[in-house]
């Protein structure tokens, strides 16, 4: 089975720290996503990326940023964390762009105080 | 971008078929309707996905009219740990934009 391993279950950061999401996917899969999940909101995308160093926004990406160096790995981060940043991340993989499930990782749960 | 509509809750006694209905009347012609489920505290789980036939699998099964502008998912038998929100979701361009969802209760 696909295996999508986020770094941390959960996290408690201060409001203006560089903070790192980590997610790694085990199946050599292309597509990867970040998502965050709200009370009221559902999932909504932040940014996904298609292959090595490639990257798109996604419907909310102001305050986050990604790395792809690795094609396993894509990293989420908060330049600067703020309180309403706290959330639910879920990282998501597939194998290539096209008709294929989304495997989802297990989520980190963000406190930023 | 099509859109799904799904109603926020359902109830489903154990054991009986748990019948979720999803209208997206703005479909189009190569979008694949794809069904999520969350269960408390974890990360979405896939269920199945279609563009035009029926379709069925180990967990699920799931109609989609003719026109396309609707779909239902069937879970058969539905069991205790069937109780989650399920999400249909249309992809857009390899993306899933998730809705609201269904939220259903399977009761004793």
């Known amino acids: 089975d696909v295996k999508v391993t986020q770094s941390s279950r959960y996290l408690v950061k201060r409001t203006g720290e560089k903070v790192f999401l980590e997610c790694v996917q085990d199946?050599?899969?292309?597509?990867m996503f970040w998502y965050r999940q709200d009370p009221g909101l559902g999932l909504r995308l932040i940014y996904f990326s298609y292959d090595v160093k490639m990257k798109e926004k996604g419907d909310i990406p102001e305050g986050y940023s990604v790395s792809r160096e690795k094609k396993e790995r894509f990293s989420l981060i908060l330049e600067s964390a703020s309180t309403n940043q706290t959330s639910m991340y879920l990282c998501?993989?597939?194998?290539?762009?096209?008709?294929?499930?989304?495997?989802f990782g297990s989520g980190t749960r963000l406190t930023v105080v | 971008d099509a859109k799904t509509t799904q109603p926020p809750s359902m109830d489903c006694a154990e054991g009986r078929a748990a019948n979720l209905p999803c209208n997206h009347s703005?479909?189009?012609?190569?979008?694949?309707v794809y069904w999520y489920r969350q269960i408390h505290s974890q990360g979405p789980q896939y269920i199945i996905h279609g563009l035009k036939n029926n379709e069925t699998n180990e967990m699920a099964s799931l109609i989609i009219t003719e026109d396309r502008k609707s779909s239902t998912l069937i879970l058969p038998h539905a069991t205790l740990r069937d109780t989650a929100v399920y999400y249909c979701i249309v992809n857009q361009g390899g993306k899933l934009i998730f809705g609201q969802g269904t939220e259903l209760s399977v009761k004793p």
């Open positions: 998501a993989s597939t194998l290539f762009q096209g008709n294929y499930g989304y495997t």
């Open positions: 703005t479909i189009s012609g190569n979008e694949y």
């Open positions: 199946m050599d899969h292309e597509n």
